[in-house]
């Protein structure tokens, strides 16, 4: 058995993506466990850029099959979309299945992830308006429609009638906005229903059957663990699990089935959306580095918050998810940044230093990180390929991150082609 689990360890957008899709070449299935369609995960193969928000990351490379398990929550046109997409470059899709227990996210969890954010004293979390939220409220209410839910007329039109009862009165009586047509929602799911058959199917079975094989199975999340619901800067979060923690329950596999937990971090600290974020550059250096990196949301568009490295949070991220390997990617954005600096501590509002992550958000806020400077490099090091050909500097770096986690870095990427990799140790 041969088991990978790659998650997320900051506010997303670690590359996660880029990473996925080269591990998934010697893939037997690579699976999404949770999360939806508010993930942007950036593929570049060759001269084609993919943009990937639902279909695994997996979906160009693997041989096997791409499975959506039962975790994810599903926009069915988002996928449909997405499939054509890729179509549309001659490249093959009748290899993606999606769980006939995933969640299915309707209209009106768009609109009510909507409203939130923009009414005034609204959530104001700074969402991807993608209804993730409201998916998941409904599907621990057990009033959700389920994706084999859309190959059934009879109970998908009492569903919706019963969903659209509680959010029509929503949207009229506390949002005065127009309400929803059940017909026009009925007639389209239902279509879909019959447009998505062959690939609704049960995925926990053959997913067990695969591991007890001895299988390669990549377990791919998406978001991060410090936008984790019960782990991350609450209520600045996503609504799902995206930890290695998140799999069994997001794909129906047992906690002894997961071998290799691979933890991906940029090489400085991202956000995209509202929260704390004691790190933060909100200066001219801040801007440099958004603009080398290109940090700009893969899903939104929105320019990405920047700021250094912060080991603390890393530390709370690695211990939670248990990760036994790490990715550092992004190192050739830092080239030419002099000197760096990488939080190891914060100080707390009453002049405390600690050394551990905080439950509340609030205070937060009012942390101050303290930070360890080291020398940088100049060096371009996109062509590196080998840890030694990076600049002692830079290995300095990398050390420093595994010295102070206790965790083996066994891939450096240093940009976006497939080809930019340092590996360190085969895993596969
Ligand atoms: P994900 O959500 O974790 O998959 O990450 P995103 O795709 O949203 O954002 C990561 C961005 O960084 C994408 O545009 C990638 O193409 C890019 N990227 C990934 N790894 C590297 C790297 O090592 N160096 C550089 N310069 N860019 C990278
Ligand atoms: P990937 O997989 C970065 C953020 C949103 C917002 C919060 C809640 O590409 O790393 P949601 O729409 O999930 O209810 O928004 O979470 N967020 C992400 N930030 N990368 C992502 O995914 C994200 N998915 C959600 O910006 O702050
Ligand atoms: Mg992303």
Known sequence: MATYVVVGLQYGDEGKGKITDVLSAKSDYVVRFQGGDNAGHTVYAGEEKFVLHLLPSGVLQCKGKCIIANGVVVNPKSFMKEIAQIEAKGMRTDHVFISR???????????????????????????????????????????????????????????????????????????????????????????????????????????????????????????????????????????????????????????????????VAKAYTTRVGNGPFPTELNDDLGEKIRQIGHEFGATTGRPRRTGWLDLVALKHATMINGINNLVITKLDVLSGIMPLKIATKYRTEDNKIIDYFTSSTTKLYNYEPIYEELEGWTEDITDARTYDELPANAKKYIEFIEEYLGINVYLVSVGPERSQNIIRKELF
């Open 101 to 263: 227990r995933a969640h299915v996210i309707m209209p009106y969890h768009i609109l009510l992830d909507t409203y939130r954010e923009e009414e005034e004293g609204g959530t104001q979390i700074g969402t991807t308006k993608k209804g993730i939220g409201p998916c998941y409220e409904d599907k621990i209410a057990r009033v959700g429609i389920r994706m084999v839910d859309l190959l059934n007329p009879d109970v998908l039109a009492e569903k919706i009638r019963k969903n659209l009862k509680i959010k029509n009165s929503l949207f009229e009586k506390y949002f005065e906005k127009p309400t929803l047509d059940f017909d026009e929602i009925y007639n389209e799911f239902l279509e879909i229903g019959q447009q998505l058959k062959d690939r609704i199917v049960d995925t926990e079975l053959e997913l067990n059957q695969a591991i007890q094989k001895g299988d390669n199975i990549l377990f791919e999340g998406a978001q991060a663990l410090m936008l984790d619901i019960d782990f991350g800067t609450y209520p600045y979060v996503t609504s799902s699990s995206p930890s290695t923690g998140g799999v069994c329950a997001g794909a129906g596999v047992p906690p002894t089935s997961l071998q290799n937990l691979i933890g």
